[in-house]
């Protein structure tokens, strides 16, 4: 007779950030992960504030933490649970390897704590990422579980939350894989099933190091002041240490969960690529609906100035939608459009009007669009290249320097559609100021 199997317990996964700090780009990867993971087997993505160091964490970490993971969209199970406030249960646990004989109370400069007694065996487990893993427990020396504060060590809170929260996968980084052994002991001397472990390659800084702040931004919030997308975010994080099939980078949250796999994670460590994450989230904002694009760039730049108050603000928005990579990009790209006094740079401007004939028809194209409306810009456009037909030059002897009078920069959207936002009486004023900075002939 064949025997009936028993049921899985569904998946449980949970992400355990400590408020000692604000999110770590690293952290979020770990999230990205555990999440992805959670949504695509179905199961629950459990939220854990890991808060027992009493001198290091804080509250505004904690508000930071959970404003950074709704942010990005990784939406977790039920309420957020603290450590801290479970303090009864580890006392619990504690009294129950005393009195098995596990654990013992120590007493040193007059402080008691509470610590493992090690065992001296060989410890191995299979890793998700890393296969056969083993540990000799023979060389380290008895554990301390409960400080003498009466709060938990890391090693001792992190066993039992995840036993009685029905944590079945533990994924987290490279820098916890020692740890793990210790996990699994304490596992055994509860009698527990431990979780099954993955952890992750570390995220690297382009000089080989851990990822930290001499590198630049590492923070998630970081990132969101400097108007980087969500999704752009995750895109990237998700690329780091894990590979999808095929050659395709550009994902959604729903594609990722569709694709991820703990099986493509990769054992060896990842550079953070500052010119990659900036491209990938570049395309991210390429390819958003107009409507949601506007949208944002309004949310973001409101209340930062009143940019937002010009009367073309749609309209600029959708010249640079292909150009800005970031929210915050639009100021780099675009803010001469909001100057009220723009400043030309002299080496250019001597560039720009050392050709007579350059100067003598931007003389002329002033005295034509004065009397124009700067509302059409095909007229515009119209009226530029016959005007530089019957002067006898290439349209480009006008464009380039009328691009510059009206950006202060050589590369532009439309030149013609750049004036219609501008508008006139500003372009006018500018194309002037450049005529005023060429050479006087005698």
């Known amino acids: 007779m064949s025997s009936i199997p028993l049921p899985q317990a569904p998946i449980c996964v949970r992400f355990a950030p400590s408020p000692t700090g604000r999110l770590h780009i690293g ?6 992960f555990n999440y992805l993971y959670a949504r695509q087997q179905g199961g ?3 939220l854990r504030i890991e808060d027992t160091d009493r001198e290091r964490s804080e509250k505004q970490y904690e ?22 406030e479970r303090l009864p249960r580890y006392q619990e646990a504690a009294a129950e390897l005393i009195a098995k004989g596990l654990a013992y109370e120590s007493v040193e400069d007059g402080k008691k704590a509470v610590r493992f007694r090690m065992p001296k065996q060989a410890v191995k487990f299979k890793d998700s990422v890393h296969d056969e893993v083993a540990f000799d427990s023979s060389l380290w020396e008895d554990l301390v579980i409960m400080k003498s504060d009466g709060y938990p060590t890391y090693h001792f809170a992190v066993v ?8 079945t996968h533990v994924i987290r980084g490279d820098d916890h894989l020692t740890n793990t052994p210790k996990h699994i002991l304490l596992y055994l001397a509860f009698g527990w099933k431990p979780p099954k472990y993955a952890h992750l390659p570390l995220i690297m800084g382009a000089d080989g190091t ?11 919030s970081d990132y969101r ?32 969960v569709k694709k991820f796999s703990l099986k493509r994670i990769t054992k060896s460590n990842s550079r953070f690529n500052p010119e990659k994450f900036l491209w990938l989230n570049s395309q991210h904002l390429k390819n958003m609906p107009e409507e949601e694009y506007l949208r944002g760039m309004t949310e973001y730049w409101s209340g930062r100035n009143d940019w937002t108050q010009h009367p073309q603000w749609a309209q600029i928005l959708k010249l640079y939608k292909t150009r800005a990579r970031t929210w915050k990009d639009l100021e780099l790209q675009a803010g001469y459009v909001f100057q009220k006094d723009l400043k030309l740079d002299s080496v250019i401007c001597a560039e720009m009007t050392t050709d007579p004939q350059a100067v003598e028809g931007l003389k002329a194209w002033v005295a034509k669009a004065q009397d124009m409306s700067f509302e059409d810009p095909l007229k515009l456009e119209q009226m530029t290249r016959e005007l530089a037909e019957s002067s006898g030059v290439k349209p480009a002897v006008l464009i380039h320097p009328l691009r510059f009078a009206v950006s202060g920069t050589k590369v532009t959207p439309g030149l013609f559609e750049l004036m219609q936002v501008i508008g006139k009486e500003t372009c006018l004023a500018r194309i002037r100021i450049l005529i005023e900075k060429a050479p006087k002939t005698a």
Do not use: C
């Open 63 to 84: 508000d930071e933490i959970l404003f950074s993971m709704r942010w990005l969209g990784l939406e977790w199970d039920g309420d957020p649970i603290r450590q801290s």
């Open 27 to 32: 952290g979020v990867r770990t999230a990205l």
């Open 225 to 256: 002041e400097q108007g980087y997308l969500a999704q752009g975010t995750l895109n990237y994080l998700a690329l780091l240490g894990w590979g999808p099939e095929g050659n395709e980078e550009i994902f959604s949250l729903s594609q990722l």
């Open 44 to 46: 629950k993505f459990v």
């Open 160 to 167: 039992v939350d995840d036993h009685d929260m029905g944590i």
């Open 210 to 220: 851990p990822l930290s702040k001499r590198h630049g931004a590492v923070a998630a």
